[in-house]
């Protein structure tokens, strides 16, 4: 692939970096232009941030494309989660909000969950019916989110201030132990439980590419390389989005968990496309690994990577949830456990959860 047909191929990577030549231009003129210009040039980069990492997920998708699943999904959420981290670790960098970590996973969790799995539930099974998938992915999925969850976002609630360090470097090593297992589990002798196969008669809806056909044209190294490249891209746009939205929402009585949304909805954007089209063309195991994949990788990476910084900076997170937080996670792994426990979604059960999804919006427009 030559050169310049690549640049053209990555029109919004190019956009992404001169934007953000620009914004290291002007961010200062911008800041004293006060707090309208402050937000709407942060609005402009997280449009661009989201483009950004559609490129990311597109070339991860490729890769999963070449590889197959369960590797395949694990690279997608991987990639998400990648985003997501070094958007946080910015951000922390430029707010006092002790609960930002916190609010970043409980919202990665609504949206991945409810808002993902339920709109392609939802749209899929209205197209197909009955959708079928492996179950074991969705129990094992369940019970890693709702262990991992519980010890990193309900138990601190009940941990002595002066014992945080403990606790905290606790939470690391339980976290890692998890997901060393947990990956053990996935590629290897029990990969089986996070792959479905399909009927050979089954093919994609009219009109959609194969993924695998430009894949096949990309090499491994190139989609590694832009993979990397997007990632530092997104860095450099988050710095300069983070400071711009914290002086746009100073004193606007804005919710305190907006920050948190927009985090989480940058990291979802790319997987909402992947999985709408795998429900589109009846591949709803694509989905539960996607969906409840992005949550469980957001928890057990996202945690042990900030209670580091958290250690090291010697300034603890408050990572306990509100009751509200803990009764709509709660809600939601019931619903999910429920739902994803006979191998088959359809429109009634991406409903249920389309509809927590959207009392998450409520309560999050209401501040809380």
Known sequence: MGLLSLLRQERFLVVALASGVVAYSVEHAVLEAGKTASLIAAAALIGIIILASTRVAHHAEMLAHKVGDPYGTMILTLSAVAVEVLILAIMM????????????????????????????ALLGGLRHGEQPYNDDSSRTYSVMILTAMGISMIVPEFIPGDRWHYYSAFTICAM?????????????????????????TAKPATGTPAPQNEAGTES?????????????????LAEFMSTLMNAGLEGSGAPLTLMAVVVAAISAAPEIL??????????????????????????ILTVPVMEGIALYSGQPFIMAMTPVQTVMVAITLVVAAINLNDGQTNAIEGMTHFVLFATFVMLTAVGL
């Open 220 to 236: 491994a190294a190139i989609s590694i390389g832009i993979i990397l490249a997007g990632v530092l891209i997104i860095g450099f």
């Open 274 to 299: 992947t999985a709408l089209r795998a429900a589109l063309r009846n591949r709803m195991q694509s989905v539960v690994n996607i969906a409840m994949g992005a949550s469980l990788s957001t928890v």
């Open 176 to 200: 890692i132990a998890l997901y060393a297992v947990f990956l053990k589990m996935q590629v290897g002798p029990h990969s089986y439980f996070f792959s479905y196969t399909y009927p050979r």
């Open 93 to 120: 960098g430029n707010t006092s909000s002790p609960t930002l970590v916190r609010d970043t996973i409980y919202a990665a969790v609504m949206l991945d969950i409810n808002g993902i799995l339920g709109l392609a």
